[in-house]
């Protein structure tokens, strides 16, 4: 008999940063007829969507649906609120800042871009104190990652709102939030942003495809005198249509679809609810970590992400070739790892629909792998992460008991 190897029998445990596995209750949303994106059903769903997804943002001023990716919404928050020549300050955070100001460049911005160490994460002091030093106040905007995908960085935006204040500074605060909206907790208008970038293929449970440019007063009003070249990306032309529940061009019409379920299923567990699942879940993957003897890449433990965590391998050892033999062995998928720290680590996503057994199978595949690697490790980090969910669980029943 000929041995059949094309089949890997069981689920992909995919375990990147997103995108994410898709609930099936979503996949059905869209897997549905398409509608008359013209008719009075789409303007039912596109309104559904529109206001639904102001609730996720935590904002009562519009939210534009652009049917990108996230780096779509990258551009479109820039195109819309800026000019040729502009200066904008951002901070190298890691991987995907340096992409946004690769960006900025390309689109003829200025970027003063602020030189970090990719395990610390951002400290707001060096935005105030580099706002500043703008004495003439040429700086038009700050643009910062909430999470930082790449490292595994949560940025305490309220604490750079509070830095820009301080410096008095006019500056637009524009957030990428790819990688933490609807996992963790995250408010627009409260936080004094002035535009939050957003994608649909992490927090959100959809496909890739769908991205946010959620907006606020201010940045509709520097948006009006913006000489940035737009079309596609262009505010106004979206704005005028959503009011009456349409686009300017045939939109994403199953995307739509399962968004408006994704929006009600979030709602349905309470996001409060959501979010804390997500830090029980990061909390458990750090003791994991711990329990093995290895690092997280984000030294700083004020700032560690709910969504991704980034594991440290010891010298010698390639985490490129740790996830091939993961992925040939126990079908499990990590995120790869960039820049000075390229292959040193790799990242495990705990985010989107995911739960503590999901979670379990996904450390227990890890520490096999790890150990087949030929990585050094303590045993018992898989057993030290349930341990805590355990008591975690344990404590919020007692609480509720009493």
Same mark, same amino acid.
């Given at each position: 008999m000929v041995k059949n190897t094309s089949r890997v029998p069981g689920r992909h445990a995919l375990h990147i940063p997103g995108p994410t596995p898709v609930p099936d209750r979503i996949l059905r949303a869209i897997d549905t007829p398409i509608i008359d994106h013209r008719g009075p059903e789409f303007s039912k769903l596109a309104k559904r969507c529109l206001d639904g997804i102001k609730t996720i943002f935590k904002t009562t001023n519009p939210v534009i649906i652009y049917t990108a990716t996230g780096t779509g919404a990258w551009e479109g928050a820039l195109v819309n609120t800026l000019s040729p020549g502009d200066r904008v300050l951002m901070v190298e955070?890691?991987?995907? %800042?340096?992409?946004?100001?690769?960006?900025?460049? #390309?689109?003829g911005l200025k970027p003063e871009f602020i030189k970090t160490d990719w395990r610390q994460g951002l400290d707001p002091n060096v935005i105030e104190t580099a706002l500043r030093a703008d004495k003439n106040k040429e700086i038009k905007a700050?643009?910062?990652?909430?999470?930082?995908?790449?490292?595994?960085a949560l940025t305490p935006i309220a604490e750079v709102r509070k830095a820009i204040d301080a410096a008095g500074h006019p500056a637009?605060?524009?957030?990428?939030? &790819?990688?933490?909206?609807?996992? %963790?907790?995250? #408010?627009?208008?409260?936080?004094?942003?002035?535009?939050?970038?957003?994608?649909?293929?992490?927090?959100?449970?959809?496909?890739?495809?769908?991205? +946010?440019?959620?907006?606020?007063?201010?940045?509709? @009003?520097?948006?009006?005198?913006?000489?940035?070249?737009?079309?596609?990306?262009?505010?106004?032309?979206?704005?005028?249509?959503?009011?009456?529940?349409? +686009?300017?061009?045939?939109? %994403?019409?199953?995307?739509?679809?399962?968004l408006a379920v994704a929006i009600d299923m979030l709602h349905e567990e309470g996001l409060d609810n959501v979010f804390a699942r997500h830090a029980r879940l990061a909390e458990a993957t750090r003791r994991a970590i711990g329990g093995w003897g290895l690092e997280?890449?984000?030294?700083? @433990?004020?700032?560690?992400?709910?969504?991704?965590? @980034?594991?440290?391998?010891?010298?010698?050892?390639? %985490?490129?070739q740790f996830r091939a033999l993961a992925l040939e062995i126990f079908n499990i998928s990590y995120g790869a790892s960039f820049g000075a720290y390229a292959g040193?680590?790799? #990242? &495990?996503?705990?985010?989107g629909d995911i739960n503590d057994t999901m979670l379990m199978g996904g450390l227990a595949a890890t520490e096999m792998a790890l150990q087949?690697?030929?990585?050094p490790i303590k045993k018992g980090g898989a057993q030290a992460a349930m341990d805590y969910l355990v008591s975690a669980h344990g404590g919020a029943k007692k609480q509720a008991a009493e």
């Amino acid at each position: 008999m000929v041995k059949n190897t094309s089949r890997v029998p069981g689920r992909h445990a995919l375990h990147i940063p997103g995108p994410t596995p898709v609930p099936d209750r979503i996949l059905r949303a869209i897997d549905t007829p398409i509608i008359d994106h013209r008719g009075p059903e789409f303007s039912k769903l596109a309104k559904r969507c529109l206001d639904g997804i102001k609730t996720i943002f935590k904002t009562t001023n519009p939210v534009i649906i652009y049917t990108a990716t996230g780096t779509g919404a990258w551009e479109g928050a820039l195109v819309n609120t800026l000019s040729p020549g502009d200066r904008v300050l951002m901070v190298e955070t890691g991987q995907f %800042a340096n992409q946004w100001k690769t960006m900025a460049e #390309r689109l003829g911005l200025k970027p003063e871009f602020i030189k970090t160490d990719w395990r610390q994460g951002l400290d707001p002091n060096v935005i105030e104190t580099a706002l500043r030093a703008d004495k003439n106040k040429e700086i038009k905007a700050v643009c910062v990652l909430h999470n930082e995908t790449s490292t595994g960085a949560l940025t305490p935006i309220a604490e750079v709102r509070k830095a820009i204040d301080a410096a008095g500074h006019p500056a637009l605060l524009m957030v990428d939030t &790819i990688s933490s909206l609807a996992s %963790a907790d995250y #408010r627009h208008d409260e936080w004094g942003v002035d535009v939050t970038v957003g994608g649909s293929q992490k927090g959100l449970m959809l496909p890739p495809g769908m991205s +946010f440019n959620a907006v606020s007063d201010k940045a509709l @009003a520097v948006g009006k005198t913006s000489k940035m070249t737009k079309s596609f990306w262009a505010w106004d032309d979206m704005l005028n249509m959503n009011k009456v529940g349409y +686009f300017p061009y045939t939109p %994403a019409t199953p995307m739509l679809q399962g968004l408006a379920v994704a929006i009600d299923m979030l709602h349905e567990e309470g996001l409060d609810n959501v979010f804390a699942r997500h830090a029980r879940l990061a909390e458990a993957t750090r003791r994991a970590i711990g329990g093995w003897g290895l690092e997280n890449l984000n030294k700083n @433990a004020s700032q560690y992400s709910p969504t991704l965590t @980034a594991v440290m391998l010891p010298d010698g050892h390639n %985490a490129d070739q740790f996830r091939a033999l993961a992925l040939e062995i126990f079908n499990i998928s990590y995120g790869a790892s960039f820049g000075a720290y390229a292959g040193k680590y790799f #990242r &495990i996503g705990h985010l989107g629909d995911i739960n503590d057994t999901m979670l379990m199978g996904g450390l227990a595949a890890t520490e096999m792998a790890l150990q087949l690697a030929g990585v050094p490790i303590k045993k018992g980090g898989a057993q030290a992460a349930m341990d805590y969910l355990v008591s975690a669980h344990g404590g919020a029943k007692k609480q509720a008991a009493e």
